[in-house]
C-alpha cells in the first residue's frame, strides 16, 4: 500500500501485468463494518488500495487535503458533512481527487445532486460487491458511472422533463444553509456549528433564520424533521 504519486494512470480493467501503481483510495462511511466490507473488496483488486479511512465528511475533506489520494468513495448519509457536501469541497481541490458516491438509497435526485457536486458515478451498497470495482476504474479513467438498472429510467426522467420544458428541480437552500441545517439537526448548538465552519456564531443565527423563513417552519424540531426527509441525516 506504498508507492509515490505522479499524474493519474489509466487501469483500464486492472491488469495487474500493467505495472501500473494502485490507485490510492479514501473511503468514508460512519459505519465500521461497511467500511471494512467495502474495504475487502477494493483491496482485494491489484489495481486498487484504500490508503484512508473517515467516519464522516468533514474527517473525509481534512484527510483528503493532507493524504495523496486519487479516488474518494464517499457515503452519502454522514455525521457533520454528507458526502455530497464533502464531494462540493473535495472538487474545489487542486488537483481534485475523483469521487464516487455510495449510497443504499436508489433516488434519482440524488443521483443528479451527485453529478452536481462533481462525483463521478453513484454505486448502490445492496449490489456493491458487484459494481464498485468497475465504477473506481472508470472513476478513474474520468468517465461516468451509472449503476446498471438506473439509464432507463434516468434518460426517461430527463427526456420527460426537456420534452415538457421543465429543469431539473432547483434546491430549496443553498449549500451553506445546508450545512447549517444538518448540524442543527444534529443537535449541535451554535457555538458548535460556528466552530466547525469558520463563522461566528451571529452568522449561524442569521442561517438559521433564514432557513426557518424560507422553509416556513417554526423550530429545530421541524427543521430535523425536513433534515430526515430529504436526506441530511438519518432518522
Known amino acids: 500500500m506504498t508507492g509515490g504519486i505522479g499524474s493519474r494512470t489509466d487501469t483500464g480493467s486492472g491488469d495487474a501485468t500493467t505495472g501500473a501503481r494502485p490507485t490510492r483510495i479514501l473511503l468514508a462511511d460512519d459505519h465500521a463494518l461497511v467500511r471494512n466490507g467495502v474495504r475487502l473488496i477494493l483491496d482485494a483488486e491489484p489495481d486498487l488500495t484504500v490508503v484512508a479511512e473517515a467516519a464522516d465528511g468533514a474527517e473525509a475533506v481534512a484527510l483528503a487535503r493532507s493524504e495523496r489520494i486519487d479516488l474518494a468513495v464517499l457515503d452519502i448519509s454522514m455525521p457533520r458533512r ?5 464531494a462540493r ?3 474545489r481541490l487542486q488537483p481534485e481527487p475523483r469521487i464516487l458516491i455510495l449510497t443504499m438509497y436508489d433516488n434519482e435526485q440524488y443521483f443528479f445532486e451527485a453529478l452536481k457536486a462533481g ?6 451498497k445492496s449490489v456493491a460487491d458487484r459494481d464498485l470495482v468497475e465504477a473506481c476504474r472508470a472513476a478513474v479513467r474520468d468517465e461516468p458511472f451509472i449503476y446498471p438498472g438506473a439509464e432507463t429510467a434516468l434518460i426517461r426522467t430527463y427526456l420527460d422533463r426537456a420534452e415538457q420544458g421543465r429543469p431539473l428541480p432547483d434546491k430549496a437552500v443553498t449549500e451553506r444553509e445546508e450545512e447549517i441545517l444538518k448540524l442543527v439537526a444534529e443537535g449541535h448548538s451554535s457555538k458548535e456549528i460556528a466552530d466547525l465552519l469558520v463563522i ?8 438559521r433564520a433564514n432557513l426557518l423563513q424560507k422553509l416556513g417552519m417554526r423550530d429545530r424540531l421541524e427543521l430535523t424533521r425536513y433534515a430526515i426527509r430529504v436526506g441530511l441525516i438519518e432518522p
Open 82 to 86: 454528507t458526502g455530497l457536501q464533502a
Open 119 to 124: 462525483a463521478s458515478g453513484y454505486v448502490l
Open 200 to 207: 461566528s456564531p451571529k452568522t449561524v443565527e442569521r442561517h
Open 89 to 91: 469541497e473535495l472538487s
